[in-house]
Every structure is written in structure tokens, then in C-alpha cells.
């Protein structure tokens, strides 16, 4: 059985102490886990901090994180564990939650980037039910934005040189 990464956990437990967020705030950072990273690690890049809330589609916003569905990417491909922390409270306010988690593959020969929507029976999909359910979207692999993939992928080859 797959062992939940810590911040999975933390924010299924945080979850009901917190309460209700008043108000969609913005995403304030990244953190990213998964095989060959040291640990969490954190990408603050603008490109990454996307919009969780989901702007529809077709509405042309830049910070949409991912596009159109996909297939599964390659088994092969390393999954990583993307967590989204979104400013709670009053603008000006540092304080955090993580508000929604989903899957992130690479594929280095076509560069294309791919995020995966925990669904019913994921176990991040207790902490995204909270946020925004996504209808027939849960439980399904999309293309990630150009964009937003560059920025998650910047983040991980960074942690993995030193």
C-alpha cells in the first residue's frame, strides 16, 4: 500500500480544524514530492502558483494549470505529488492551506507535461472534494499548460542538481 506523503496527510487532518475558507484566495505556493527530489520541495516561480479555483475553459486565462484531457502518460514517467497552498484570511496575510493536490508526470522526448485529477478512492481527493469538485473531470490525466508544467519541471531539475 502506498504511504500518504506528508503534506497529504497534514492537510487531511488540518482540513476540518481550520474550518472554511471565507474567501478563494491566491495560490502562494508550490510544493512538489516525489522519487529522486531530496525531500518537499517548494517553487514559488509565478508560472507554477496557478489559479486552483478553475477558470473555465475557454475563457483564455494564462494561469489555468491544465488544458485539454489526455491519456495516461507512460508508466515509466516519474509521478510526482503537487500540493497547492492558497492564502487563507485577509490580503496581506502570510498565513496557508493546502487547498488542492493533484499528480504531475514529465515526459522529456515530446516536453509535454501532464497533471492528474485525484478522483473518488485517491486519497488527495478528500482535501480537493473541500476546494472544488471538478465533476467528470476528477479521476482523469490532462495536459498540463505549457506554462504552468515548465515551471513544476524548473523546480524539480533544480532540487535534483545539487
Request: aromatic share 8%.
Amino acid at each position: 500500500m502506498r504511504r500518504l506523503p506528508l503534506v497529504i496527510a497534514l492537510a487531511l487532518l488540518a482540513g476540518p480544524l481550520l474550518g472554511p475558507v471565507a474567501a478563494k484566495g491566491p495560490t502562494v505556493l508550490v510544493t512538489v514530492t516525489g522519487p529522486g527530489l531530496p525531500g518537499e520541495i517548494e517553487v514559488t516561480d509565478p508560472a507554477a502558483l496557478a489559479d486552483v479555483w478553475g477558470a473555465p475553459a475557454g475563457c483564455g486565462t494564462s494561469d489555468r494549470f491544465f488544458t485539454a484531457s489526455a491519456a495516461a502518460p507512460d508508466r515509466t514517467l516519474p509521478r510526482y505529488d503537487v500540493a497547492f497552498h492558497v492564502r487563507i484570511g485577509e490580503a496581506g496575510t502570510t498565513a496557508s492551506r493546502v487547498m488542492y493536490l493533484v499528480r504531475f508526470a514529465w515526459d522529456p522526448v515530446s516536453g509535454l507535461g501532464f497533471v492528474y485529477l485525484p478522483g473518488p478512492g485517491d486519497a488527495a481527493y478528500a482535501v480537493n472534494r473541500g476546494t472544488i469538485m471538478r465533476g467528470v473531470n476528477d479521476g482523469r490525466w490532462f495536459r498540463a499548460s505549457a506554462r504552468w508544467a515548465g515551471a513544476i519541471q524548473r523546480g524539480i531539475i533544480a532540487a535534483t542538481a545539487h
